[in-house]
C-alpha cells in the first residue's frame, strides 16, 4: 500500500491535533479553495471526476447528490455528517474521528463552500463517547484557528460545525432518522419524497454524507478528482476504509484502493483465525447477503465485482466467519438486530422482524419446521421493498443471503435438531 | 429541580441549535441526568420537558427510544456487552461467562453492592476491536481477555476510571 | 392540473395532491388505515400500497404524489400480494377476536381483513400482548393489545387537538401507544381519537359494550351544547341513547366532534330526571296529572295577571332552548299581556337593546375563519366555550394567520398567540379602546401614542387579509359589553375586517328570531330579576346556575308568588317552585337550533320522551290554550317554526352593528374583581348530569385563583381554603396560584353549586382567609 489519504497521521502519537494534520498538508484544500474563490461548479464537477461515492453503504455518488442542493435557496440550508455508524462490521468512521478529525472538518467545510451552508451537524453513534469528546475538542482547535466559524481563513465564507450524539438507536445511521434525531424526536425515518436536499433539517434544504465521504474530499481538491478516480477501479473511484473483524488474527481498518482483492485484505488482516479453513464472508456490513469463502477469494473489493457475486459493497465491513461457525446461530444472531433495532413505525419491519428472528431462534434451539424456511423467504419478500427506510431491507437481505448459500445448514438443523458444525 | 449543572451543560448544548429549534437539545438533557443520578426517572423528564419547552409525551418518546437511556438504575458502573456478530465470533459469550462468573450477575442485573450492572447492547461501532463492553456509556473497552476484565473490575471497585483505551 | 390513470380511469387532478386523494376523488378506494385526510401523513400502515408503473417498488398511496402521466393499479397482483402482507403483518400479533371486541362491525381491521386477510394464520409464535391503560373517563384504552400503532390519535392530539397527550413510546415491536406516567387525556377534543381509532384499542369508556353497532338506530341531530351547529348522530337502542357521533360537515365541524357534544348524552337518563309533572301545595310535592298541573299554571297567571298585572309576570329561558320551544314562549307571555320575556341569563348589559339593528351573530361563516390571516378575540374562554372553533382556529394559525388575544385570563390556547393583552375585566374596554386609537393612528398616519401591546395586535390587524375581531362569552357578558362592541366594530372597519359574536349557546342567536326577548315595554333577563316580579316561568332553567347573578335570582324566585318550571330534571326548583312541568331535552323533541353562523338547522327526536316529559313546545301549546290565547293550534314543531320564521330573511336580519355609544364611561372598580367563566362541563343541565364528563379534569370543583403576590398579601397559601363572599353570600373553596392572571383579580367559575351561593358573575368580590 502506498501512503495513506484518510490515515496519514497515524504515525504520530497524536495522530488527531491539528498541529500534525496541519504538517501533512491539513486544510491545504480549503485554503486553495478559499484562495482561488473556487467555482461551486468546478468543485462538484472535481468530485464528480473522481468517483466518488458514498461510503455510507449506498454507494451513491457524491457530486451527483451534491448537485442536488437548491443553489438559490433563501433562508438556512444544512450540511450533515453521517458518523453513526452501527452497521455490524463496520467501524471505520469511528478511527476517523479518533485519528483525523479535522480531515472530516476540512471536507466538510469543502462542501459547506460548495453548497453554501452556514451549519453543519456531525452526528456521531452513542457508544464511541470517547470519539465525540475528540470530534468536539477538535472543533473547538479549528475554531480557534480559523477554520471554523466566521470569515474562515480571512475570506467571507461562514461555516460552523457541532457534533450532536446519538443514543443507542442504530437505525438513526438511515438519514432521515438521524434528522428526526438531531431535531430531538424519536428517529423514525421519513418517507421520501420529498428527500432532504429539499425538506431536510428542521424542513430546509440538507445535504448527508457518510463520514469517510467528507473525509475523502481533501484529497480530491488537492490533487485532483481524476487522480483520486485514478487510484480505483472504474465506477469505483479512489481508496476506501475496509473493516475486517470475526475471525482473523489482526482485525483492523485498513485503507486501500478500490479494487484491492479480498485475499489481499484477508492477508492483511493476518488470515482466518488460527489457520482455519474460510467459510463465509459478509462483505459490506451485516445487511449485505453472505458470501461463501471460496467466491469471496476470487473478488476484488469494489461496487461492482461484489455485486455481480450477489451482495454489495455496502460500507466495506467485511465479518470474516470460519469453518466453525453455525450459520443459524449467526444469522440468529443478525435476525436479532434488525428485529431490536426496528423503529416500530411501519407494520411490515415492526411485526416482520420480530416474526423472522423468532423463526431462525427456533430453528437454532431445536423447534424448526420443515415449512419455517419457505415461510423466511416469504417474509422477507413481504418486509423488503415495503417499507418506509431500507431497514426493512436490511433485515431481509442477510435472511436471503443465508438461505441461499446454506439453506442446507438449516435443513439439517431442522431435522436434526442441532448443529452441523 | 435540574441542578445547576445540568442547566449549564444543557444551555451550552441549545448554543448548538437554532433559537427556536431547543427540543433538539433533549438528548443531550436526558444524557446529563443520566450521567448525574445514574438513570432517569420521569420526574426527570417533566423537567427537561418544562425547561427545554417541550411535551413531556415527547421526552418520554425520546427516552424511552434511544436504548442507551436507563430508565431504572443500573449500577454505578453498567457495563454495556455488545453481543452482536463479530463480537460472537470473537468470544462475547466467554467474555459474559467471565463477567457473569465475576459479579455474580445476569443481564439485566445489579450487584448486591449496586455497584455493577450488566446490559446486552447491540452494535457499538468498534467491531474489530471485539469483543467489548462500554462503562457507563462513556469509555468503551474492546479486545477483551478475562485477565483485561478482571483489571478493570477491580480498577473500578478501587473507584478508579476502569482500563485503558 | 395533471392527469394520471388509475385501475385505467383517466383522472385530472391538481397538482400536489397523493394518489390517495386523486383514487377518493375519482370514488376508487385505496386500502388504508393511518391515512386520514385531517391528519399529517405518516405512511406508516403500508396498507395502501399500489403498483405505480415504472417504479420498482410498490408505493403508498397516502403519500405518492402524484405526477404527469402516471399509471396506478391498485388491484394489480403486485399491488395486492403487498396489500395482503401486510395485512398478514398487522394480524400476527392483534387478538384475533372480533366476536368479543368491543369495535367489532365497526372495524377498519376486520373490514379489510376480509378481503385481504389469508386463510389460517402462518404466525406460530407468541402474540405480544400490551398493557391495558387508565386514561381517563371518557376514551378506553382496555384493549391496547388491539392497536396497530397507526399513530392516528397521536397525531390527532398534536395536530388538531394542539396538544401532546398521547405518543408511542419504545420502539419496534415494543412501541406502545401511552399518556406520560399513566396520565390522564384532559383534551375537550379527546372523544375523537375514538372514532379516529381505526380498531378496538380506543373506545368510548361510556359506550363500552353497550351494544353492537348493527343493533342501534342513528338519527341526524344538532348540537344543543355550543353555538356552533354541530353535525351528529345520535344512536339508539331501545329507546335510549347510546351514543353520539359526529355527522362530518366540512363548513361546521369538519369531521371532529367536541368531547361536550359527544359525551353529553350520559346526563340524559340521569336519577334527576323529571319524569312527572309536579305541584306544591302545602310546602309538600306531589306527583299530578298533566291536566291538573297545566290546569294549576294557568289559573295561577290568569290569577297574577288579572290581580297584580300582567307585567308582574316574567319569563326566562336559556339559550338552548330550541327555536320552537322559545317563540311559543314569548308568544304566550305576549298573550297574557307581558313583555317581560328573554334567554340572554348570563347577559349583564342590555344598554345595546335599543342601538343594535339586527340579530348578533358571528358575522361570518364559519368556514370563513379559516381563511384569516388576523383575528382578535375579545373576553373568551376559547378552548373551553368553543372547542371546535378553537381547533378551526388552531388550523388557521398553523397556516400563518395571527391570533391576538385581548381577556383576562391567559389560559393556554395551545397555538401560537401573536400578541396578548391580559387585563382585569374593568381594564378590558380601555385596552380595546387602545386598539383601535393604534389602529386609527396607524391608518391615518399619526404618532402612536397607545400602548406597545396595542400598536402590536394593530399592526397584526392591518395586515391588509382576511380580519375578524370576535367577542366571546366573557365579552358578552361583562358589565360593558355594548362599548365592547361599539369598539369591536371600530376596530374591524378600521381593519377592513369583520367583527361578531361566538354565541354562548345553540341558539343564542335563534333566541332574537323567536323574539324571545323584551319589547320596549318589557324587562329584560337582568331587570326582571333586579326587581322581582311576582310570577316566573322558567324554560330549561336552573336559576342559581343559569344567570349573570345567581344571588339575585335565587331571591327573585323565593320571593315570587308563583313559579312554574319547565324542565327536564328535578333540580334546586323544588325549592322555589311550585309546578314542575317535565319536558324533554333535545334528544327526545324535535326542533330547531339558529347556529352563531345564521344557520338554522331543524332536527327530530332520536327517541320517546322519557317517561310523562313531553316537549315543551307541546306543553307550550296547550297552556295557550288553557289561558284561551288566540294562535296555539300548531300540531308540530315544523308549523311552530315555519310560523316563527315566516317572513323573515334571516341572512338579512343579522347583524352586529350598533349605533354610537360612549366608549369613556370605565367605572372604576375597588378591590379584588371577580372573572368568572362557565366551565366547560358546567354549561346547561344536560352535561352537568353526565357523569362521565363529570369525572373529568375540565369538571374539577372551582377554585379560587389568583396571582401568587395577591396570595401573598392575603397571607393564603395555594391549596388553602378560602372564604370567598359576595352580597350576602359567601362560599368557602380552595385557593389556586395563577400567575398568568393580572393583579387584583380572583378568577371564581359560575355556573357551579359549588359557587352558586355567590353574587354577579362580574363585579367585586373579596376573598379572605376562612
Ligand atoms: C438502517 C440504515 C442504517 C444506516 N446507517 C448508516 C450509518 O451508520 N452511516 C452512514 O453513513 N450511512 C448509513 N446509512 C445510509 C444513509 O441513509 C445515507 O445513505 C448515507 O449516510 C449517505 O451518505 P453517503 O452518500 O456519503 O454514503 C444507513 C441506512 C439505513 C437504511
Ligand atoms: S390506539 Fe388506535 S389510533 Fe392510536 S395508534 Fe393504536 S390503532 Fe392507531
Ligand atoms: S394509509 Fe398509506 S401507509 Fe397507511
Redesign the interface.
Known sequence: MSTPIIFNTLHFDQPWTLENYLKVGGYKALRKVLAEKMLPEAIIAEVKASGLRGRGGAGFPTGLKWSFMPRNYQGDKYLVCNSDEGEPGTCKDRDILRYNPHMLIEGMAIAAYTMSVKTGYNYIHGEIFEAYERMEAACEEARKAGYLGQNILGSDFEFDLHNHLGYGAYVCGEETALLESIEGKKGQPRFKPPFPATFGLYGKPTTINNTETFASIPYIINNGGQQFADLGVPNSGGIKLFSVSGHVNNPGNFEVPMGTPFKTLLEMAGGVRGGNKLKAVIPGGSSMPVLPGEIMMDLNMDFDSIQKAGSYLGTGAIIVMDETTCMVKALERLSYFYFEESCGQCTPCREGTGWLYRIVHRIEHGEGRPEDLDLLLDLCNNIAGRTICALGDAAAWPVQGFLKHYRKEFEYHIEHKRCLV | MLSDQIQANIERELK???AD????????A??FVQDEKGWIA?ED??DIAAY?G?????????A??????KLKPMGEYTL?V?????C???GVNETLLHLKNKLGIGLGEITADGKFGLRE??????????PMF?IN????CGRLTGEKIDQILAELSAGGQGGK? | MINIEIDGKRIETENGTTVIEAAHKAGISIPHFCYHKKLSIAANCRMCLVQVEKAPKPLPACATPVTEGMKVFTASEQAVKAQKGVMEFLLVNHPLDCPICDQGGECMLQDMSVGYGGGASRYHEEKRTVLSKDIGPLVSAEEMSRCINCTRCVRFGAEIAGQMEMGQAFRGEHAEIMTFVSGTVNSELSGNMIDLCPVGALTSKPFRYKARSWELSRRRSISAHDSLGTSLAVQTKNNHVLRVLPIENEDINECWLSDKDRFAYEGLNSAERLTKPMIKQDGKWQEVEWQVALEYAANGLRHIANGAGAEQIGALATANSTLEELYLLQKLMRGIGSDNVDFRLRQSDFSADDKQQGTPWLGMPIADISRLDSVLIVGSFLRKDHPLLAARIRQAVKKGAQANIIHSVDDDLLMKVANKTIVAPDALVAALSQVAQALDAEKNGKAQTASAGAVAIAKSLSCGGCVAVLLGNFAQQHPQAAQLQALAQQIAALSNGKFGFIGEAANSVGGYLAHATPGTKGLNAASMLATPRKAYVLLNVEAELDTANPQQAIAAMQSADLVIAMSAYKHHATSYADVLLPIAPFTETSGTFVSTEGRVQSFKGAVKPLGEARPAWKVLRVLGNLLKISGFDQDTSEAVRDEALKGVDVAAKLSNTISAIDTNAVSAAGGLQRVSDVPIYATDAVVRRSAPLQATVDAATPQAWLHSEELKKLGVQVGATVKVSQGQGSVSIAAAADDKLPRGVVRVAAGHAATAALGAMFGTITVERA
Open positions: 448548538k441549535y437554532p429549534q431547543r427540543q433538539s437539545a433533549v438528548m443531550a436526558l444524557r420521569p423528564m417533566a427545554i417541550m411535551p413531556q409525551m415527547a421526552v418520554f418518546e425520546v424511552t427510544f434511544y436504548h442507551m437511556y454495556t455488545c453481543t452482536n456478530l463479530s460472537q465470533l470473537s447492547g447491540e452494535c457499538m461501532g468498534a467491531c474489530v476491536d471485539a462500554t456509556n462513556k469509555k468503551l483505551q
